[in-house]
Every structure is written in structure tokens, then in C-alpha cells.
Nanobody, 123 residues
């Protein structure tokens, strides 16, 4: 029900825009997680239904922007000033519930997951 796209190979300092297309139902919240080789999946950002509430991991604040288009049933992650350590598979996730704060960073909060899109940053 979630399809992530937009990943690719980009030089450090560059930008990418990831997209998550949802189908089948309307979700209260969307999020992006990422998983680098040999590491656990980590939270990146989340956004509420109306877009007014957002929550970011400290490591991406100021560089990443999460947004959503409810008419298109999509969520986006704008990634600027890419760093080598941003290299990972990025997953979109969605929840039918409204959650705020640190709880958003747990994978158990999220009901649906996309298949992931690879982001590779070259130095």
C-alpha cells in the first residue's frame, strides 16, 4: 500500500526528493526511516495529517524536510546538503493513529511500510 521512490546516487552536498505513494486508505501520519548496511533501522522524520506537526531526528534537522499532499495521497522527503553518512535504504511508513513526540521514533508505532528506496552519497 506504500511505494517509495526517488532514491539514487548523488554527490555529497547534493539534494534528492523522495516520494511515497499510498493507496487503499487515508493515513493519519507518514514517516521516513532509513537503514544503513549493518545498522538498525532508524527514524528520520514524521508528519501529521494536516502537515502542521512534524518531528525530526536530530541528525537531519535543518537538512531534511518532510511534507505530504493529501489530495495526491503522497508524502515526500526533501533531502539537502547530503552527507556520506546519509547513505542508506530509505523506507516510508504510515499509521492510522495520531502520535507525537519520541514515540514516533519506534518502528512499532507504524502500521504500514513501503519497500524502500536506495540513497547513495558519494564523497
Amino acid at each position: 500500500q506504500l511505494q517509495a521512490s526517488g532514491g539514487g546516487l548523488v554527490q555529497a552536498g547534493g539534494s534528492l526528493r523522495l516520494s511515497c505513494a499510498a493507496s487503499g486508505r487515508t493515513f493519519s501520519m507518514y514517516a521516513w526511516f532509513r537503514q544503513a548496511p549493518g545498522k538498525e533501522r532508524e527514524f528520520v522524520a514524521a508528519v501529521s495529517r494536516g502537515g502542521a506537526y512534524t518531528h525530526y531526528a536530530d541528525s537531519v534537522k535543518g537538512r531534511f524536510t518532510i511534507s505530504r499532499d493529501n489530495a495526491a495521497n503522497r508524502a515526500y522527503l526533501q533531502i539537502n546538503s547530503l552527507k556520506f553518512e546519509d547513505t542508506a535504504v530509505y523506507y516510508c511508513a504510515a499509521s492510522i493513529r495520531m502520535t507525537t513526540g519520541q514515540a514516533l521514533r519506534s518502528t512499532v508505532v507504524w502500521d504500514y511500510w513501503g519497500q524502500g528506496t536506495q540513497v547513495t552519497v558519494s564523497s
